[in-house]
């Protein structure tokens, strides 16, 4: 991608450029491997990104293949909006769209492959029964009585499961392999259940389905994938993995790879937990801005590039490790700033008075649209009588250090003149309802004639043109940065994780403003109109701030202090964890 930065070099990088290099790949072959029972996270990005990154630094190819080996959680729905969000990320798999149903009839038949050399059997013991017979990490497993059972039973069996003779959970078929190992994934491992369930493509030609560890590794052997690369998760199922590629006739030998997951605080990356957040009805969807899905972020105005940057700056490492979220917004900031244009809008407005302005006339000032870039323009905005500031620009009765608008000062507004406040106007309960000003008509464009300076800047908007709008600020929707670590994850949402403010007004160029596509409210933020716009209201939702707020409080506040040290130690734990 001519907008990407060179990726830095990575452990798996590294092998695959050996691997290329000693001759052992001649063309390298990845896959994305998504089961669709949920809409792609901001942790999956950087597995695409992985996936097909090496595929297009090294020019091989990468696969996306669907994991769809259970169907009870599987849906079109997901299988749409993750071909989408991988389109989207800026990869293309080409002809390369594959889905482990495809193979179902091979894997079944390599199932038999293993009945016949007596490398698997059919188990009728009950899950409870097998569990206890597993053993557990310290203690040995039991071989189970079917394990003696003939080929010949064996096959017939399995057969008749094919056949839909037997009820869902009433006989598995399980690799015959060691319950004595020391690795809990190769105390034969089931391969294959009973599931009476329509299949989104199979329909019902299916009732047994072969697990993840069966169908993985088979689906990468029979696409000739050279480098399987998972989460760390999967590090215990590699020698499994590689016990079905050396006992089955498969057409390669794909070797698995594995790095740590991305975490990233005050969000949680975990489908499950992400499908509980739609069904239960605490967002909107799956694309709720707050969600840290694909379709939540590009939703908030983020472009594919942040997310391409972001992933770059984190690396990949075997190392578990958290990512401050502040990270994502910086590489969202720094993706945004040279290219979103500049807009004025007022979120909580206060009217300013221009006493010495005719009423009833207006003018034209020109703003420029980018500041860093003179030939993105300039716009025409309108000045009048009546305009509106940011109430937070305001202060009757200023502190020191407060250097904007206060009474008898002079502040400039953007674009346009010094105005000085002479009054203030109250409302029935002495609430400030306007500012009574003047402007120095020689200060068009800025700058006084004689030299005097002020101390700030306002944005500001027309009471003649301003179009009223909604503006949505969003928050982490958690409230630790690491949400869950204490119990029950839904009692660490935030609360107000979403403030929504109905008063706010808008230069008119802003109202045809492209859906999703962030635009700079200046001094304020990043933030793009909305689909959830009507006819006659736009909505515009916040991508970004402009500053990472959270740093620059972090000297005096002891709180988020203390959650740094929560990350740094939940980091250090994740590290000591055994692989
Ligand atoms: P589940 O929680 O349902 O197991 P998953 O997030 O692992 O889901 P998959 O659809 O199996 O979802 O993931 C597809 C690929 O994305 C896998 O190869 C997985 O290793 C990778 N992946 C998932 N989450 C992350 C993450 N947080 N960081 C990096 N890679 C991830
Ligand atoms: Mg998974």
């Given at each position: 991608?001519?907008?990407?930065?060179?990726?830095?070099?990575?452990?798996?990088?590294?092998?695959?450029?050996?691997?290329?290099?000693?001759?052992?790949t001649?063309?390298?072959?990845?896959?994305?491997?998504?089961?669709?029972?949920?809409?792609?996270?901001?942790?999956?990005?950087?597995?695409?990104?992985?996936?097909?990154?090496?595929?297009?630094?090294?020019?091989?190819?990468?696969?996306?293949?669907?994991?769809?080996?259970?169907?009870?959680?599987?849906?079109?729905?997901?299988?749409?909006?993750?071909?989408?969000?991988?389109?989207?990320?800026?990869?293309?798999w080409?002809?390369?769209?594959?889905?482990?149903?495809?193979?179902?009839?091979?894997?079944?038949?390599?199932?038999?492959?293993?009945?016949?050399?007596?490398?698997?059997?059919?188990?009728?013991?009950?899950?409870?029964?097998?569990?206890?017979?597993?053993?557990?990490?310290?203690?040995?497993?039991?071989?189970?009585?079917?394990?003696?059972?003939?080929?010949?039973e064996?096959?017939?069996?399995?057969?008749?499961?094919?056949?839909?003779?037997?009820?869902?959970?009433?006989?598995?078929?399980?690799?015959?392999?060691?319950?004595?190992?020391?690795?809990?994934?190769?105390?034969?491992?089931?391969?294959?259940?009973?599931?009476?369930?329509?299949?989104?493509?199979?329909?019902?030609?299916?009732?047994?389905?072969?697990?993840?560890?069966?169908?993985?590794?088979?689906?990468?052997?029979?696409?000739?994938?050279?480098?399987?690369?998972?989460?760390?998760?999967?590090e215990?199922?590699?020698?499994?993995?590689?016990?079905?590629?050396?006992?089955?006739?498969?057409?390669?030998?794909?070797?698995?790879y594995?790095?740590?997951?991305?975490?990233?605080?005050?969000?949680?990356?975990?489908?499950?937990?992400?499908?509980?957040?739609?069904?239960?009805?605490?967002?909107?969807?799956?694309?709720?801005?707050?969600?840290?899905?694909?379709?939540?972020?590009?939703?908030?105005?983020?472009?594919?590039?942040?997310i391409?940057?972001?992933?770059?700056?984190?690396?990949?490492?075997?190392?578990?490790?958290?990512?401050?979220?502040?990270?994502l917004?910086?590489?969202?900031?720094?993706?945004?700033?040279?290219?979103?244009?500049r807009?004025?809008?007022?979120?909580?407005?206060?009217?300013?008075?221009?006493?010495?302005?005719?009423?009833?006339?207006?003018?034209?000032?020109?703003?420029?649209?980018?500041?860093?870039?003179?030939?993105?323009?300039?716009?025409?905005?309108?000045?009048?009588?009546?305009?509106?500031?940011?109430?937070?620009?305001?202060?009757?009765?200023?502190?020191?250090?407060f250097?904007?608008?206060?009474?008898?000062?002079?502040?400039?507004?953007?674009?346009?003149?010094?105005?000085?406040?002479?009054?203030?106007?109250?409302?029935?309960?002495?609430?400030?309802?306007?500012?009574?000003?003047?402007?120095?008509?020689?200060?068009?464009?800025?700058?006084?004639?004689?030299?005097?300076?002020?101390q700030?800047?306002?944005?500001?908007?027309?009471?003649?043109?301003?179009?009223?709008?909604?503006?949505?600020?969003?928050?982490?929707?958690?409230?630790?940065?690491?949400?869950?670590?204490?119990?029950?994850?839904?009692?660490?949402?935030?609360?107000?994780?979403?403030?929504?403010?109905?008063?706010?007004?808008?230069?008119?160029?802003?109202?045809?403003?492209?859906?999703?596509?962030?635009?700079?409210?200046?001094r304020?933020?990043?933030?793009?109109?909305?689909?959830?716009?009507?006819?006659?209201?736009?909505?515009?939702?916040?991508?970004?701030?402009?500053?990472?707020?959270?740093?620059?409080?972090?000297?005096?506040?002891?709180?988020?202090?203390?959650?740094?040290?929560?990350?740094?130690?939940s980091?250090?734990?994740?590290?000591?964890?055994?692989?």
């Open positions: 991608m001519s907008d990407t930065p060179e990726p830095t070099r990575d452990f798996i990088r590294d092998i695959v450029a050996s691997d290329l290099e000693a001759g052992h001649e063309q390298v072959v990845t896959r994305f491997p998504p089961e669709p029972n949920g809409y792609l996270h901001i942790g999956h990005a950087k597995s695409i990104c992985l996936n097909f990154g090496i595929a297009t630094e090294f020019k091989g190819r990468c696969h996306l293949r669907f994991d769809d080996t259970n169907p009870v959680k599987e849906e079109q729905e997901f299988i749409d909006s993750i071909q989408h969000d991988v389109h989207w990320l800026g990869f293309d080409g002809e390369h769209l594959n889905y482990a149903s495809d193979y179902f009839e091979q894997l079944y038949e390599w199932a038999e492959h293993l009945i016949r050399t007596g490398k698997a059997y059919i188990d009728d013991t009950a899950p409870d029964a097998m569990r206890a017979q597993r053993g557990t990490l310290t203690e040995p497993g039991q071989n189970s009585p079917d394990r003696y059972r003939s080929i010949e064996n096959l017939d069996l399995f057969r008749r499961m094919r056949a839909g003779e037997f009820p869902n959970g009433a006989r598995v078929l399980r690799a015959k392999i060691d319950m004595t190992s020391g690795n809990m994934n190769l105390r034969d491992p089931v391969l294959y259940r009973i599931l009476h369930a329509t299949h989104p493509r199979t329909g019902d030609k299916w009732c047994i389905y072969p697990t993840y560890d069966f169908a993985h590794g088979q689906s990468d052997a029979i696409e000739h994938v050279t480098h399987s690369i998972c989460t760390l998760e999967f215990d199922h590699r020698p499994l993995y590689d016990w079905l590629i050396e006992n089955l006739p498969v057409p390669s030998r794909p070797r698995q594995e790095f740590a997951r991305l975490n990233i605080s005050y969000t949680v990356l975990s489908k499950r937990i992400l499908t509980r957040l739609v069904s239960e009805k605490h967002v909107s969807g799956w694309d709720d801005p707050r969600m840290p899905t694909l379709a939540g972020i590009r939703r908030r105005g983020v472009p594919a590039a942040a391409r940057e972001f992933v770059r700056r984190i690396g990949v490492a075997r190392a578990y490790s958290t990512v401050d979220v502040a990270q917004d910086a590489a969202i900031r720094e993706v945004l700033n040279p290219s979103a244009p807009r004025m809008a007022v979120l909580r407005p206060l009217k300013l008075i221009i006493e010495n302005y005719p009423a009833g006339q207006t003018e034209t000032l020109q703003a420029i649209n980018h500041p860093d870039d003179p030939s993105a323009g300039t716009r025409p905005i309108t000045f009048g009588r009546e305009i509106y500031i940011e109430q937070d620009d305001f202060m009757e009765d200023p502190p020191k250090k250097f904007r608008l206060a009474p008898g000062r002079e502040v400039r507004l953007r674009y346009g003149f010094f105005v000085t406040c002479n009054e203030i106007v109250r409302g029935p309960s002495g609430e400030i309802v306007a500012l009574r000003c003047t402007y120095d008509p020689a200060t068009k464009g800025g700058n006084a004639p004689d030299g005097r300076k002020v700030a800047t306002l944005h500001w908007v027309a009471a003649a043109d301003a179009v009223a709008a909604e503006v949505r600020l969003y928050e982490q929707l958690f409230n630790r940065p690491d949400p869950g670590a204490d119990g029950d994850v839904m009692a660490d949402l935030n609360p107000s994780s979403m403030e929504v403010l109905r008063n706010c007004l808008l230069e008119p160029a802003l109202a045809s403003a492209p859906e999703g596509e962030a635009v700079q409210f200046e304020l933020g990043y933030f793009c109109r909305d689909r959830d716009c009507t006819p006659t209201r736009p909505v515009f939702i916040r991508t970004v701030g402009l500053r990472d707020t959270a740093k620059a409080q972090i000297e005096g506040n002891a709180q988020l202090r203390a959650n740094a040290d929560v990350l740094k130690r980091a250090r734990k994740a590290e000591t964890r055994p692989g």
